[in-house]
Structures are given as C-alpha cells and as structure tokens.
C-alpha cells in the first residue's frame, strides 16, 4: 500500500482516518535532516555546496519510513503546503534515495492540502506532482544564508565584544528595531500643552461636554495653548460669554469589517486581546490544524476560497438573519509587498461549528479558535452603518467656539460579531453620545476645565507591533516571526516587561557594533531587499546560488575588513555610539564622564576577562571605581570600589560588593588565615537597593536548620543553591517554589516536599520505575522505564534512552525500549555486553 508521509504523528493519526487502510501513514516528525553546527556545512569555494546530518532523533523515523517502503514501491510526500513542508519533502527523498530506500521504480510524489479534512485530504490525494524545486531552491538559500551570517558573523562577536552571545541575519534587524525605538524614547522630550473642554447643557438640561476649538477669533492649533496662564484665560474667555448651538450637522458613515487572518494578523490580535506570544499563538494554531478545525495558519495570503465564502455567508444568514449579508461576497487581496505562495487565509474549516460546539478543552485553543471563526464570519458580513453628528457651539462676537462630536449606530452589522482590537487604545471622543441638540439654542455652562497634557514618546513594541512593523518592511515571513522574537528573548538581549519589549545592555552592545561595522547587513532595505530576491528563486525566476554569490562576495569582504580592528577601537566606537545612554548630562552640568572617585580618570565601557561589559575608570589601576554597565543610577551603581557598608556582625564589616556573577554580601575581608571570607550571591529578583544588614545576615547564615527529620533525626537544612531554593536531608534536596520559603518553611512541609521527592528518585534514593519491562532479550538484565530531570527514559544497564516526545511511558514495549537502547549504545560507542549464559 502507499506510504503517506506527514509532519506530525496527530496529523499522520487524522490523515490515516480519512484515506483508510488502503494507506499507510507515517510522521516525520519535522525536519529530519540539517546543517551541522559547525564550521563548513557551507561551503562558498565548492559553489556553495551544503553538507546535511540526518538528526539522532530523526533516524529512527526514516527507517520506519524506509521499512514501509520495502513493503510498498509508493511514496506520497504530503507535508505543510509552504515552503518548510517543500523542504522537508525534499529531505526526506533525498535522505531515503541515499540510504536506497527509493529506488528507480520507486514512484514519489508530492500532495498538498490546506486544510486537514475529509474533503480537503481526498482532493488532494487526486492531484500529486513533483517537488517544487524552486520552493526548496528558497529555502536552500534562505538556509544557506542564515547559517553564512551565523557561522562568520558571531565569532566576529566573540572576540571583538566579550560577553555577545551571535547574531542572526533577521534576528540582529529585529533587535535593531527595539534598540532603536528605545533610544528614540530616551532621546524624547515632552512638551507641554493645555486643552479646554466644557460641560454643555441643553435648554432640556441634557448634558454633553465640547472642547475649545477657536479663541480669539483664531482655529486653535494642538500647541497654541502652551501653559496654564494661557489656559485660564481660555477659561475666562468661555466663562464670560453667552454661548449658542451655531450648527448641527449629522452625516451618515459606514464602518466595513476587517479581512480574514493571516499569520501576522493573527499574532497581532491575540497579542491585543489575550496578551498571547508569538509562539504561543502558534503553538495553538498548530494544534488547531492539526486536529481539522482551521486551515494552515503559516500564510500571508488573506484571500478565501468560493466555497469558504458562501460557507461563511450562510452561517451568517443562519445565525443572524439575512439582513447581516451583503448582496455580493467580499472579496479581499493580498497588499502584502512580498506575498507568500497563493495560501488561503487562516479560516474555519467548518464555518457553522463556533467554539462551543467543537467543545475544545484547551483554553489558548478554545479562544484562539473563537478568534478565527468571529473574524472569518464576520469579513463576511454587512458593513455597520453609523450616524455621525458635528455641533459647533459658539459666541455672538466670533471670539470663542467649541465642538461637540457623537455617534450613533444605526445597525451594527459585523460589529454584532467582532470588532478589531487596537495596539494603543485612544479615547475617541466619536464614540460618544449625543442628546438631541437643535441649532439656534442657548447652550448653557455648566463648568468649564482647563487640562493638562504633555506629548508622549513613542511607546515600545509588543509583539504584536514588531509582527507589523516587521510585515510593513519585508523583514521575515510568517513561519519565522514567533522563533525570531522567541530567540531574541532567550538570547538575553530583550526582556519583555508588561508585555512590552525592552532591550538588554547587551541587546545595545551588539547593536551598536553591528551599526557600526555591518551596517549595510543590518539595514532594513537591505533585509527586505534580500526577501525580495527568495521570493524571486521561489517563483523560479532566479538562481539561488547567484544570490548566494553576490551576497557572500560583499560579506565575505566586511568580515575581512574586521580582522584588523582592535578591541580597543571597538570600545571608543561604542563608547562614542552610546554616550548619550551610559553618559548622560549630569544635573550641575559638570563632565558626565567625570571618575566620581578620583576626579581625574574619564569613564568608558570596558570588558571583562570573563566576558560582559561595565563602566571602569581610566585612571585604572590607581583608582578602581567601577560600576555597572548602564546609566547611572543602574541597579547596583551605588555600590563602591569597596562595596557599600551595611554594618557589623561580631565586629566584622558587612558590605554589599558586585562580582562577575552580580551582586553579593560578604563579612569581613581576606586575610592569610582566611583568604576567602564569608559571601553569599543575591537571590534572583532581589534587589540590592533593598538589601540592609539585617537580610544581608540572613543570607549569610544560610542554609537555615529546620530541625533534626523525625525518622532518623537527622538534621533537614533550607538554603540556595545553583538551581534555586531547596530543603535538604542528608543526600536528598527537594525544590522549594520560592527563595521566600527557605527562611519560612517549616518541618511538616520540608518532611512532605522530601518525601515527594524520595517518591520520585530523588538524588541519593533508588528510583523506582514507571514501568518494569522485563529482562533483556538479548543480554539480560532488568529493562525499565523511569521519570528523569528532562523526561521519561528507558534504562537498561548503564545506558538510558530517553522516549520521543510522542511516546506515553505506560505504552513502552519491550521492543521499543530495546531499539532506543540498541541506538543510544551505538550513538555512544558503548559495547553491549555479551549475553549472559543461564545457568545449566
């Protein structure tokens, strides 16, 4: 029978259900093969010839693969329908024609389908063709050039910038974006202004409020009222005149609903509305997709399919009446300046089954679901049409007039269903109501305010924001959006507080190298430039390896220039491009690079051995003032050469000091007889401006005795170790949830929290297994499935073999359990031990 192979086993379960047994479905569990990670998996001399690794992990799934296909001479490759799922086609073809698993008679091709349903999988099955090539030639370049970029663009990192971790091609412009948008905030200055608004009343005593829009005779400007003074003369001016309603205008509008999601969209608006990531939005539309519920939801396209259209129009009518239903389908296009191959939107595959029907457990799957299906529905329905009314209000001298604004929803049409959230909610004085107002009357004052208002800077991306920023420039594509904020964030160059994107010193650093030294591979142009020509290769209207050629060419040349900086010019550089943030103007006007110890030396960024960055005098060695990395007044700046006295203990100074690794407390100083004195590091999230003697002593005093075990009595201890606060009873250390309840917790929870963790094996305890296999078929000895640190594994001897991430422990076979051992035996040249004779 034909071998079927899709990415993931829930796909592979579903498909199966769908063509029946007349197929045999299998997982290639993603990729199976890469580039490895090291030096020359790319080589520019040999025409770019790139080296691929089939992975450990994935081993396993070819030969399964390759198994079925001994059966069978049918291979149909059925992956995601973008370019990933091209590649991963190839690979696997190309993986499976090497180990000559497909033979010259082997037929091999290729379906896609958008959507994983009955219908959708059937259709598709009745139209294969080849590999694309030139989608897997993109990808091939895409590839080849983010690993060109890495490979020779972080050691430059490393050895000129200690303390940087790499640079990615999209990674670095994305960190750019952030940096830069940081500095703009920095560099704002607020100016002041000053509105008027007053509280109206009708001749029937119905209220409604106007703002100042003429005084003097002169249409007002934002800024024309630029202090208080000015504005309580704007306030006497309304006070001391006799208003009257000057017009009343009411003109009809419209509002038309939003176009149906595509990937960047749809990050967005989860972001806005349930504050989800990137990843985790598509974390959740994966499972989505893969159960049938929504169609693929990497794309940029935003069109529907006919049938879709009239599907949604009809749950429309169903649900809310024909009214809702616009005479002729909408019809949306793509603005996209680098659109993806032709995929549909992200849209229901049921257009009559809401949330509540499909009974989805998962929460971010059950509201992002709802999100979807609100959305498609309601790009398909009557625009709301609204009534908008303009009431100019004003004195009989010309001299002083204000404007009332309102709006009334004549039929709500989408809006019944769905409304597009907003990155930066602003009070629109639209919305509002109005009463009935009739020209010609008497507008009396009911109180009149003066108000405040200073200019905001520009406010810090979310992830949402970056998605569209990142979209409106042609940075990336929708499958790489999640993994390039995700990898910014592990990599420690942003933080993301209150959901809003915040860079690292370190984000900076490598920021202001790269714009000083690769400025052109940062560009934005020159990034979006790039995407441009990938999308040219995917369209088969160029060749790869000439974009490769003139890519590497000046690349390679800018790497070259670099081998002659010194760290030294480095630093002046950014200590140059950074001044205005490490440096800023001081108060009393005096040199802000200034040493505030020795008033001689001039301050500047230096590097530590170690790696990492800080502020060091120049006067160095002879005055050894640092401080952190940062502006000053950064966490930990107040904390001298010597460290900052918080008293004494036994008459032995308690300081608090910083080191290479952060903060820390530390009684009394080296001497012969006892080099290194007493430290201890500050907890995570504990902050040294809040640190004084009495919690510097507690630290000091750690580990804390709780008191001797009832058993054996003996003595259980709290403390804080290399991976956080624990209780510990003789070899066994339990986690405890946090730094807090190690000087609070107790010896009935310690006795409960050890015992959990004897339980479970814990260190010093004989582990007891999840599942006794038996005796190995062929060597003997006991084969066992057991809970470890990073998952279940299978244990036999001294080798364990962790179980794939789709393997339930209780569904272990001993056959299974041998193969993953035999595997990671192999892997680690280990010999099996020869099999043991029984006994005569």
């Known amino acids: 029978m034909p071998v079927v192979v899709v990415e ?29 990670p090291k030096d020359g998996s790319v080589d520019p001399e040999q025409d770019f010839a790139m080296t691929w690794e089939v992975a450990s992990d994935s081993k396993k799934h070819v030969k399964a693969i390759a198994d079925a296909l001994a059966e069978d001479g049918e291979l149909i490759l059925a992956t995601d329908p973008d370019r990933e799922g091209e590649a991963i086609s190839w690979h696997l073809k190309e993986a499976l024609t090497k180990r000559r698993s497909i033979k010259k008679g082997t037929a091999v091709s290729r379906v896609t389908f958008n959507a994983i349903t009955k219908d959708a999988v059937s259709e598709a099955m009745k139209h294969p063709r080849d590999v694309d090539m030139p989608l897997v030639e993109a990808y091939l370049a895409r590839r080849a050039l983010d690993y060109l970029v890495g490979f020779n663009l972080s050691p430059v990192l490393w050895r000129k910038l200690p303390g940087a971790k790499s640079a990615g091609r999209v990674q670095s412009v994305c960190l750019r974006l952030i940096v830069e948008r940081e500095m703009e905030i920095e560099a704002f200055r607020a100016r002041e202004y000053w509105s008027v608004k007053a509280v109206l009343s009708t001749p029937r005593g119905q209220e409604y409020e106007a703002r100042l829009t003429v005084l003097a005779g002169k249409k007002l400007d934002r800024y024309d009222i630029e202090n208080e003074t000015q504005a309580e003369m704007a306030v006497q001016a309304i006070t001391s005149r006799d208003l009257v309603v000057k017009s009343v205008e009411a003109k009809p509008a419209s509002r038309n609903p939003a176009p149906p999601f595509m990937t960047s969209t749809l990050q967005q608006e989860a972001s806005r509305k349930f504050g989800m990531g990137a990843r985790q939005t598509m974390s959740a539309a994966q499972r989505l997709y893969e159960a049938g519920h929504i169609t693929y939801m990497r794309t940029d396209g935003i069109d529907m399919a006919p049938e879709a259209v009239q599907a949604a129009r009809d749950a429309v009518s169903d649900r809310f009446g024909g009214e809702y239903v616009p005479s002729s389908p909408r019809i949306y296009k793509n603005k996209a300046k680098n659109a993806q191959e032709a995929h549909e939107c992200i849209r229901p595959t049921d257009m009559a089954a809401d949330a509540e029907a499909l009974k989805l457990r998962d929460a971010d799957q059950r509201k992002l679901y709802d999100l979807i299906w609100k959305r498609t529905l309601a790009c398909q329905m009557e625009s709301a049409r609204l009534e908008r009314t303009t009431v100019d209000v004003g004195s009989a001298d010309g001299q002083v007039e204000l404007r009332a604004t309102g709006q009334v929803v004549l039929f709500d049409g989408f809006l019944r269903v769905y409304e597009e959230g907003r990155d930066d909610t602003v009070v629109d004085d639209d919305d509002k109501r109005l009463p009935q107002i009739s020209e010609g009357e008497k507008a009396d004052k009911r109180d009149v305010t003066p108000e405040q208002h200073f200019t905001q800077p520009p406010p810090r991306y979310t992830e949402a924001t970056l998605v569209k920023k990142m979209e409106e420039l042609g940075i990336g594509r929708p499958s790489t959006y999640a993994s390039v904020i995700t990898t910014i964030q592990d990599r420690e160059y942003v933080r993301k507080d209150k959901n809003r994107l915040i860079p690292e010193d370190k984000g900076r650093l490598v920021t202001a190298f790269l714009t000083n030294y690769f400025r052109r591979y940062v560009g934005y142009d020159f990034t979006a430039g790039l995407e441009d020509e990938l999308d040219q290769v995917s369209a088969g209207d160029s060749d790869y390896k000439a974009v490769l050629a003139r890519f590497w060419r000046d690349f390679s040349a800018a790497i070259a220039e670099t081998s002659e900086l010194r760290i030294t010019d480095v630093l002046d550089k950014i200590n140059e491009v950074l001044e205005p943030h490490l440096f800023p103007p001081r108060e009393d006007g005096g040199d802000p690079r200034q040493c505030p110890v020795c008033g001689e030396g001039r301050l500047s960024m230096r590097t530590a051995r170690s790696g990492g960055a800080f502020i060091g005098c120049s006067n160095y060695p002879d005055c050894r003032y640092t401080r952190a990395f940062g502006p000053p007044g950064a966490e930990g700046d107040e904390i001298g050469p010597d460290g900052k006295l918080l008293g004494y203990d036994e008459e032995e100074p308690v300081t608090l000091r910083k080191g290479r690794f952060g903060p820390y407390v530390q009684k009394g100083e080296p001497t012969e007889e006892a080099p290194k004195p007493p430290r201890a590091s500050l907890p995570k999230g504990w902050s040294p401006e ?42 066994v250390y339990a986690n405890l949830s946090s730094v807090e309840e190690v000087f609070e917790v107790g010896m009935n929870r310690a006795v409960e929290l050890l015992a959990q963790k004897a339980a479970r094996g814990g260190r010093g305890t004989a582990a007891k297994p999840l599942k006794e296999l038996g005796e190995h078929p062929e060597n003997g000895g006991p084969v066992n499935v057991m809970a470890g640190r990073y998952g279940p594994y299978v244990k036999w001897e001294k080798v364990n073999a962790t179980l794939p991430k789709d393997v339930e422990p209780e569904t272990v076979t001993m056959e299974l359990a041998v193969e993953l051992i035999a595997e990671k035996a192999a892997k680690k040249g280990k010999k099996a031990p020869a099999r043991k004779k029984k006994a005569s």
């Open 8 to 36: 993931s086993p829930a796909k592979a379960k579903t498909i199966n259900k769908y063509l029946g047994p007349g197929y045999t479905v299998l997982a290639s569990y993603g990729h199976v093969r890469d580039l490895p």
């Open 690 to 731: 809040d640190i004084d003697l009495d919690k510097a002593l507690t630290l000091l005093n750690l580990p804390r005795p709780i008191g001797p075990h009832p058993e054996d009595g003996e003595l259980i201890e709290a403390g804080i170790g290399r991976y956080g606060p624990f209780v510990k009873h003789g070899r």
